[in-house]
Antibody, heavy 121, light 112 residues
Framework: EVQLVESGGGLVQPGRSLRLSCAAS????????MHWVRQVPGKGLEWVSG????????GYADSVKGRFTISRDNAKSSLYLQMNSLRAEDTALYYC??????????????WGQGTLVTVSS | DIVMTQTPLSSPVTLGQPASISCRSS???????????LSWLQQRPGQPPRLLIY???NRFSGVPDRFSGSGAGTDFTLKISRVEAEDVGVYYC?????????FGQGTKVEIK
């Protein structure tokens, strides 16, 4: 059974940093693209970042480019999102999602429950 | 960035009746490899999103066959042949032809 468990969220002051983690199980992590998607409670989905199975393709939303960095550790079956210079508008529930096999994220077929990030002074 | 526009934003439907959601992209979603990376997701209240359809019309594992996808180029449609109570939620289209990936605004399906 595919499982994705996000962690690392919490309350952080504007301008500070936070690192999100996503622990994957139930599939061969290193063979799949991965995504980070966020959602302000009660609002729509916003794609944040994604990377291909071999990290050859990496993309970011314009709203986070230059501040967030996505990475993966295949040995640990884990996905990360380093978030720097956080702003109030980054407040959201952050989901980790699994992509396609040997792909660059053509879809997102399994999702975690999310971790809540609140940026406030 | 590719802008995804869904219509309608809200769709009250009678149980057992069909529902249709449109998704239009600001540019063609045909990738240089020939595929079209348009997917549909469902988000039930209080739940994470769930993949329904990928690459325009491919139903994901376990998705009931009352859900179907169609379209090409810039215009795509998700149809529910006979709406059931469990179909209540918000539906999103997502393009993955180009970085950054982008979602539509979402369409809320509710029972009349």
């Amino acid at each position: 059974e595919v499982q994705l468990v996000e962690s690392g969220g919490g309350l952080v002051q504007p301008g500070r940093s936070l690192r999100l983690s996503c622990a994957a199980s139930g599939f061969t992590f290193g063979d799949y693209a991965m995504h980070w998607v966020r959602q302000v409670p009660g609002k729509g989905l916003e794609w944040v970042s994604g990377l291909s199975w071999n990290s050859g393709y990496i993309g970011y939303a314009d709203s986070v480019k230059g501040r967030f960095t996505i990475s993966r550790d295949n040995a640990k079956s884990s996905l990360y999102l380093q978030m720097n210079s956080l702003r109030a508008e980054d407040t959201a529930l952050y989901y980790c999602a699994k992509g396609d096999y040997h792909g660059s994220g053509a879809y997102a077929d399994y999702w975690g429950q999310g971790t809540l990030v609140t940026v406030s002074s | 960035d590719i802008v995804m526009t869904q219509t309608p934003l809200s769709s009250p439907v009678t149980l057992g009746q069909p529902a249709s959601i449109s998704c239009r992209s600001s540019q063609s979603l045909v990738h240089s490899d020939g595929s079209t990376y348009l997917s549909w997701l469902q988000q039930r209240p209080g739940q994470p999103p769930r993949l329904l359809i990928y690459n325009i019309f491919n139903r994901f594992s376990g998705v009931p066959d009352r859900f179907s996808g169609s379209g090409a180029g810039t215009d795509f449609t998700l149809k529910i042949s006979r709406v059931e109570a469990e179909d209540v939620g918000v539906y999103y289209c997502m393009q993955a032809t180009q970085f950054p990936r982008t979602f539509g605004q979402g369409t809320k399906v509710e029972i009349k």
